[in-house]
């Protein structure tokens, strides 16, 4: 009885934050998506479904339509979020395998340059990039001095200027949990392979692969939300030329104050980033049951 009493006390600060601070603000969110949008702003408090209706394809047609361009921005985000995952997967898997296999302190040292960009602002950073990429930038003056090209190349506010930035910022997300689960593979489980007569190839298939697909999957889940919904990289890097999900959200909150369709945004991206997580758990789960 004293253990249950002790255990209650303990979880009930954080019983209380999470309350506060996570389910209170979507809580928040998800009344303002079923509530009327003010004529300058704000919310009438009238029930109103019609903001799903202009994305999910059920609004009046009157007062609301549905608009395709909502969805197609969905797929967009989609589709970068994954594109990301998939150059930093690329990125990141060889480079933690050669880390892994460095000596302690050489470890630590990489390690450290792989954490560095955090101790600088993601704005700066960004901006800095918009100073390579532009038209007069460092990287088109490369270009043209060496004769490679004969015209600046446009790759500012472009969708590869925000596959850049997404995969600049977010690189890190998916090498510290490739690494952590690299560097738990018993390396005599690797030593076995190649005295059975495995090659490299046949080791890395077998061994390696297998055993760091957690790392693959967090990473990927790590890489894949953040992506989904930032609206700092395409704002800068993308212009109004490259819209994400994230950018409507804040231009919804923002610019047009129609508060309830940005919750209403909000809470969609959220149900998907929630199906994502249970799917990931699920995933693991059995992936661990079969290990």
């Known amino acids: 009885m004293n253990k249950t009493k002790n255990l209650l006390f303990l979880l009930t600060p ?3 934050y999470i309350t506060v601070f996570f389910l209170g603000p979507i809580l928040i969110l998800l009344t303002y998506s079923f509530l009327e949008p003010g004529l300058y702003g704000g919310v ?7 903001n799903y209706g202009r994305i999910l394809g059920w609004a009046d047609g009157i007062i609301e339509e549905f608009n395709p361009v909502y969805f197609k921005i969905f797929l967009n985000s989609f589709k970068l979020a994954l594109i990301t995952v998939i150059i930093t997967l690329v990125i990141c898997y060889p480079t933690a395998l050669w880390i892994s296999r460095l ?23 960004l901006f800095a ?10 990287i088109n003056e490369f270009l043209l001095n060496i004769r490679l090209i004969d015209e600046p190349l446009q790759m500012l506010f472009t969708e590869t200027a925000v596959l ?24 005599s489980l690797i030593q076995a392979s190649n005295d059975l007569g495995g090659n490299r190839l046949i080791t890395f298939f077998k061994i390696t692969l297998p055993l760091s697909f957690p790392g693959i999957l967090g990473g990927s889940i790590l890489v894949f939300i953040p992506s989904l919904g930032n609206f700092i990289v395409p704002d800068l890097l993308g212009g109004a030329k490259v819209m994400m999900i994230g950018n409507i959200i804040e231009q919804s909150f923002l610019t047009s104050r129609n508060w309830p369709f940005g919750a209403c945004l909000a809470i969609i991206l959220m149900i998907v980033v929630v199906t994502l997580l249970y799917f990931y758990v699920k995933i693991l789960s059995k992936y661990e049951k079969i290990i």
């Open 164 to 187: 850049i930035g997404l995969v600049y910022i977010l690189v890190p997300f998916m090498f510290l949990p490739l690494y952590a689960s690299i560097e738990k593979i018993d390396n």
């Open 44 to 50: 009438v408090w009238n029930f109103y479904h019609h």
């Open 14 to 16: 954080f019983t209380l």
């Open 129 to 138: 990039w918009m100073i390579l990429l532009k038209p007069s930038g460092l």
């Open 103 to 125: 000596k302690p302190k050489l470890k630590v040292f990489f390690l450290f340059l792989v954490t560095l960009p955090f101790f600088s602002s993601l704005v700066v950073r």
